[in-house]
């Protein structure tokens, strides 16, 4: 075993915070499922977090779980699946070459679909595709019964129920964007529509509940993702463009108390954005010296409910620097 796999006590480390995952599950998917639906956690890894990968990204595992059925503890052990011993999981850079073992926890993030996923969807879907290969390639009908469970899993993936949830993923971690979102939620007198957000290794994720929003306020983020026009200045006299903000179609997030590619994820509550709306922006993470200028919050957020997780070290949450989980990691 090499020294990074020592260092990780030989296993993937995905979960860092066991409260906040269940305050992760509370906020987003509790008592929001019905039906047919189920919800989706899936763990990644991605290049831009260890460039020893060959592959630009893999899926290492996804998982279907009844929400309606779960709690917040069912919820932390779907994550704790993830939890297996290095090298379990694998990428295959092209056909021609053997599956490479991933490494270490540093490639890895942990994602949740927000918006149900409808099964009655998923299986209608699912059996055309495996009709289709024993009508036109009865060949290929092995091969296609031994990847039943990922042409399920593939259909359940794409199968949305209902549009529950807006995520504007800011792809910055410069306070400033995301004041700047902050501000027209409250202009457009939709802040009651913020459920949540998640800091990330790379910026922020604020979810808002879509019929909670005002009108305007989707026109007006969406001017803010799109709009060529648009612009804004930050501390540092830079110009915040589109590019800085995303609003994608199928919103899934790096789930809140889990690592991604070393970054120790935190959950942002709607009263923690409101606070930075308040402030008019905290200092960025260049202007602060222990990083992302979230430090009161994470400290706060600490104090409240422990950091009881596993870290990358093989540490409980007592064991560790609360200042250390407010560094900055650039994307």
């Not at 595992?61 to 059925?69: G, I, K, L, M, P």
């Not at 706060?300 to 070290?313: L, R």
Request: net charge negative; aromatic share 6%; with cysteine.
């Amino acid at each position: 075993m090499d020294g990074q796999a020592q260092a990780e006590g030989g296993k993937y480390v995905v979960v860092w915070n066991e409260e906040m995952v269940r305050k992760s599950f509370d906020l987003f998917l509790k008592g929001r499922y019905e039906g047919d639906e189920l919800g989706l956690v899936m763990l990644f890894a991605r290049r831009k977090y260890d460039p020893n990968m060959e592959s630009s990204e893999a899926m290492l595992c996804r998982h279907a779980f009844n929400v309606q059925d779960a709690d917040a503890d069912g919820f932390l052990r779907e994550l704790r699946r993830f939890e297996v011993p290095l090298g379990t999981f694998t990428e295959r850079p092209k056909t021609n070459k053997p599956k490479k073992p991933i490494m270490t926890s540093k490639a890895t993030v942990a994602y949740m679909t927000l918006n149900p996923k409808s099964t009655r969807l998923a299986w209608l879907e699912a059996n055309q595709k495996l009709m289709t290969v024993l009508v036109k390639d009865p060949a290929q009908a092995l091969r296609a019964f031994r990847s039943c469970r990922s042409t399920l899993d593939s259909s359940l993936h794409t199968a949305t129920s209902r549009r529950l949830f807006m995520d504007i993923d800011v792809d910055s971690k410069d306070l400033e964007v995301l004041l700047s979102v902050l501000q027209v939620l409250q202009q457009e007198k939709s802040m009651d529509s913020i459920v949540g957000g998640v800091e990330t290794r790379g910026g922020y994720h604020i979810i808002l509940q879509k019929s909670l929003m005002q009108k305007s306020a989707g026109r007006s983020i969406y001017s803010m993702s799109t709009d060529s026009g648009f612009s804004a200045e930050n501390r540092t006299g830079d110009t915040i463009t589109k590019f800085d903000i995303e609003l994608p179609k199928e919103p899934q997030i790096p789930i809140p108390g889990t690592v991604q590619g070393g970054f120790r994820t935190l959950l942002l509550t709607r009263e923690d954005l409101g606070k930075i709306l308040q402030e008019g922006g905290v200092p960025s993470a260049k202007e602060t010296e222990t990083g992302t200028g979230l430090d009161e919050i994470r400290a706060q957020m600490a104090a409240e409910i422990g950091e009881e997780g596993e870290g990358e070290d093989g540490t409980r949450g007592g064991e560790r620097d609360v200042v250390r989980v407010g560094r900055a990691v650039t994307h």
